[in-house]
């Protein structure tokens, strides 16, 4: 059509030689296309098929376990690899605490900072003090988890447990404090040191992104500065920040390394935050070495499939949050 | 060209005695400037006096401050960065950049409303409500949401459905929905910047009907790019233009004036010039 | 009170709480980084940086067999992501109908949140189980890690060529692979450079797939990929899991050196960025 017309006008300016070689200019041109079709679309391929083989794979190794213990490995206590007796529930409840600690923690604090860097920050001031924020991203978790191990834990142990024991020690959660440091609590700290940055480079990008006329419209009536980012910028960003929420919960469900590093290890169920505990993560990062084959490393992928469905609901909650409920765009409000 | 004429203002002459149709004056600017920093001055050496219960245009091509200009009335600038105020502006009697004096109490008073309709993502409802709630005037929300969409006259046409989404509205209806929501705190006096210029003909008499309604219990003070608007529904006018020199460029207040006298009688060469369009 | 000195005075509490909030993580930050800084400075050395790790018990060494095998895995780690990266990339934008686009994307955002440690598991199912730990299969573990953000990244910069370009060059009768390659990528390079900045950054600090596919090797310097290759980052951990306090120096030494590299890469990279972006946008 105009392509082939354009391209035998082409041909036709330049000086060919023989209508051979025409052919097999345009014969390499057109294999060019389709290779570079094929390839990129055996990449992206690829990446898909990835994730679907992790899936597979991982569910396939936790085979021998599921056909031990099924669905009640989810709420089994124990975990003996003498005995053979293995349970996922005090993992989950140490994943659960601690990353519902850490995004209690994290919520207000995040917010509040994307506030200040999108409202209140002066202007020489918001680009640094948005990239140190993030610089507390990019510290490896290694790096966090040693300075747990031998500084926050310490401290924790010395200053902040014997504190909130005195003080809140009626509430159960502050039962009583721990010598080393490490335990749920602690963990819970260094999530949220974690998922702090994430949720509030996010928000930031959220509040500014709310439309200029839409702020002046509501300083114009007369209310202050905070009333107006309660009365039209939160609403107006609810959706984002509770996928940027998911998304940092995602973060914090996932982390093993620092975890595994300052929380001591076990499997108590109990109220108080302080004692020892372990994560699906932590428990995963703490056993790769010395473990049975057989039923232990079958069901320590069972926790892994664990791990991996609720990462991968959390993830997918929050890409659908984001492409369905954003107010801003007219839809449902 | 016909035009409301409200009785008949000599404002030179008003200034040098009090005559019986002393009307009060809301605004007293005086030597107004704004400059942006960096030498570049929106506009400066404004004079003038805004009386109450009239409709005061701003007109002059795009680019003389006619924006700037308004929106010191009710200190939007002071959240542009780097922007400078100099001279006074007295309302009612009080300097408005005063020691003390808080912006956010201003602009409660000296209300506005956008160019481009700016409605918050909420119901229609909660779009009036919202400022009176926020603000403290609890009491009869209900009464007052309805006074307030009545004034905008747009009551009518949303009653039945006000807890719909106010961007489902159409572009009219969302502005005169702005209007209302900027009445709802009673304020004394009404800015309007360019509301009518992104909507259609039908649309924008409904609001030029609505301003002479709205005259009688607010001041209002109107941009606009359209000369004919301004003829139609303006008691006095202002013509702003471009003052270029070698140092700066800046807008100037070029005449004030009864609406008729600007129009047909212009006193500067300038005015006379942009009225009859030989230029901006 | 009125009215309206409570609202006032909300305001201004609220400002002083987002105040404080930055200042909270502003202070957590410089307390991390001093405190590595300066329980780490003391054993940096010479020494240090060019002796392999001591053996088991005896004082002294350094982290020379961490650190060569942790340049050899993310080189490999990087080699085998960003043609990946950038090829899905390109796929992507020029050539995916847009209902595959979007299901695509998603699937690729998931990958970028799963967590590490069972990416490290994975590659453990795939590459260890039968065989031995290699540098291998740590380097697919992080390259695992790294695809995404560089499929993104790229993404990212393609989608800034403006349309204009590619129908220019098509309009010329110059085809469709030529004007990738020859128009579209070239300008895309900076922003690509920057994506696999970042990852590297990123891959850098990974402990947790190394944990499970090259964890077990000897302080000698080791530069054969089939054998498990030390790195820093596993070292880091097994020293800080130690109760001794002289391993403990070298570990903060050691995360002293990982965090200043990660930092400064991601310092650098987010520069490129506003720097590009500056560029393209004005």
Partial sequence: ?333 | MTFTMAPVIDVAQARREAGPVQREVVFDIQDLAVNYGRATTAISGVDLDIYRNLITAVIGPSGCGKSTFIRCLNRMNDLVPGAKIDGKILYLGEDLYGQGVDPVEVRRRIGMVFQKANPFPKSIYDNVAWGPRVLGMKQDLDERVEKALTGAALWGEVKDRLKKNALSLSGGQQQRLCIARAIAVEPDVLLLDEPASALDPIATSAIEELMHELKRDYTLVIVTHNMQQAARVADLTAFFSLEVDETRRSGVLVEYDATDKIFTNPSDQRTEDYVTGRFG | MSRYRRRKVVNRTMEVVATLAALVAVTVLVIVVVSVALRGAGALSWDFFFKPQALFGQPGGGIANALVGTILLIALATAMAVPVGVLTAIYLTEFAPKRLAVPIQVVIDVLAGLPTIVIGIFVYALLVIGHTQSGYAGAVSLAIIMLPLVARATQEVLLLVPSTLREASLALGVRRWRTVVGVILPSSVGGILTGTLLAVARAAGETAPLLFTSSIFANTVQTDVTKPLPNIPVLIFTYSEQADPALHEQAWAAALVLMGFVLIASLGAKALLARSRKRLAG
Wanted: hydrophobic share 55%.
């Fill in chain 1, 1 to 333: 059509m105009g392509d082939g017309a354009v391209r035998s006008a082409t041909v036709s300016a330049v000086q060919t030689t023989s209508p051979l070689q025409a052919r097999r200019r345009r014969l390499s041109g057109r294999l060019g296309d389709l290779s570079l079709y094929v390839v990129t679309g055996a990449a992206a391929l690829g990446s898909v098929v990835l994730v679907g083989a992790i899936v597979w794979k991982v569910f396939r190794l936790s085979a021998d376990s599921f056909h031990q213990f099924g669905f009640g490995f989810v709420t089994g206590r124990e975990w003996d690899p003498v005995k053979h007796v293995f349970g996922a529930l005090p993992f989950i409840y140490g994943t659960a605490v601690s990353s519902f600690v850490a995004l209690v923690i994290a919520t207000p604090l995040a917010i509040a900072i994307g506030l200040y860097l999108s409202e209140l920050a002066p202007r020489g001031l918001r680009g640094i003090v948005g990239s140190l924020v993030e610089l507390l991203a990019a510290i490896p978790s290694v790096v966090l988890g040693l300075w747990g191990i031998l500084v926050l834990g310490p401290f924790v142990a010395h200053h902040v447990e014997p504190w909130l024991h005195s003080a809140f020690g009626f509430i159960p959660l502050f039962g009583d404090p721990q010598q080393t440091g490490q335990g749920l609590f602690t963990a819970a700290l260094i999530l949220t040191i974690m998922i702090v940055p994430i949720v509030a480079a996010i928000s930031r990008e959220l509040f500014l992104g709310v439309p200029r006329e839409l702020e002046e419209g509501a300083l114009a009536l007369g209310t202050t500065r905070w009333e107006m980012v309660r009365g039209v910028i939160l609403p107006a960003t609810r959706s984002g920040i509770a996928a940027a929420l998911i998304l940092g919960l995602g973060r914090a469900l996932g982390e093993a390394i620092a975890v595994t590093q300052v929380i001591g290890g076990g499997t108590r169920i109990g109220w108080s935050l302080f004692p020892p505990a372990d994560t699906l993560a932590s428990k995963l990062a703490s056993s790769y070495q010395g473990a049975n084959p057989g039923l232990e490393i079958s069901s320590l992928l069972y926790l892994a499939a664990i791990l991996l469905v609720i990462g991968l609901i959390a993830n997918l909650l929050a890409q659908i949050i984001v492409r369905r409920f954003d107010p801003l765009r007219g839809a449902k409000a």
